[in-house]
């Protein structure tokens, strides 16, 4: 089993976390193992999925190296159902100050939602190891990322909302240290007919696309 600070560390070497938000505890899975397989060992399954729970203990089980973790979780009692399921880590759309101190006190990686630089600041310190920004397209997207991080370099953002193929190095390039993608990765349609794939593809393009820019970042510094 992970610690927290290793599932740390994964995410943010992968720098890509998959969120998935479907109709069926079925289709989660199928959509989960196929970024598994894409070379994502990263997913977020949310609360919205039916019977999310029991597919983040199945995807424990059968897959140890896989870092899965709950989202949208808005209350305790739902935290603890989703740690004792295996989740290695509990992110919400917004700060949940419950949610986020009882994560900590389990040692499990936090990653809060935010949008104001109060709240960014807020989550931070309280503890969170990352932050994630959403929705960010809405407000500006990797613009706003790169406004964030001028006077908060220190505070690890996931930036999630509007990341696509052509956003995600200029997300990256903007200081985000991993990006939230849902349906731009697991495409509905793909979904639907099982087209793994086509998934697949995404995948490697968008892994390539965060490679290449902390590629050309490195070379800047």
Not at 88 to 109: C, H, M, Q, Y
Not at 154 to 177: D, E, M, P
């Amino acid at each position: 089993m992970m610690n927290r600070e290793e599932v740390r560390e994964r995410i943010e070497d992968i720098g890509i976390m998959p969120s998935i938000r479907v109709a069926s505890a079925e289709l989660a899975l199928f959509a989960a193992e196929t970024v598994y397989e894409a070379g994502i060992p990263v997913v977020e399954i949310t609360m919205t999925v039916p019977n999310a729970v029991e597919v983040i203990a199945q995807l424990t089980q059968n897959y140890p190296n896989f870092v899965v973790g709950a989202g949208t979780v808005l209350d305790t009692e739902t935290a603890q159902r989703c740690l004792d399921a295996g989740a290695r880590f509990i992110t919400s759309p917004g700060l949940v100050p419950d949610v986020l101190e009882f994560t900590l006190k389990n040692d499990v990686a936090a990653i809060p939602g935010a949008l104001t630089p109060s709240e960014v600041i807020a989550a931070w310190k309280a503890g969170a190891d990352f932050v994630k920004i959403y929705p960010c397209a809405q407000v500006g997207g990797d613009q706003y990322i790169r406004a964030l991080k001028v006077p908060l370099p220190q505070i690890k953002l996931i930036a999630s909302g509007g990341v696509n193929q052509l956003t995600a190095a200029n997300f990256i390039f903007a200081g985000a240290a991993s990006l939230g993608i849902g349906s731009e990765l697991m495409p509905r349609q793909a979904l639907k007919m099982r087209k793994d794939q086509w998934i697949h593809e995404l995948a490697r393009r968008f892994l390539e696309a965060v490679r290449s820019a902390r590629i050309h970042l490195s070379e800047i510094d």
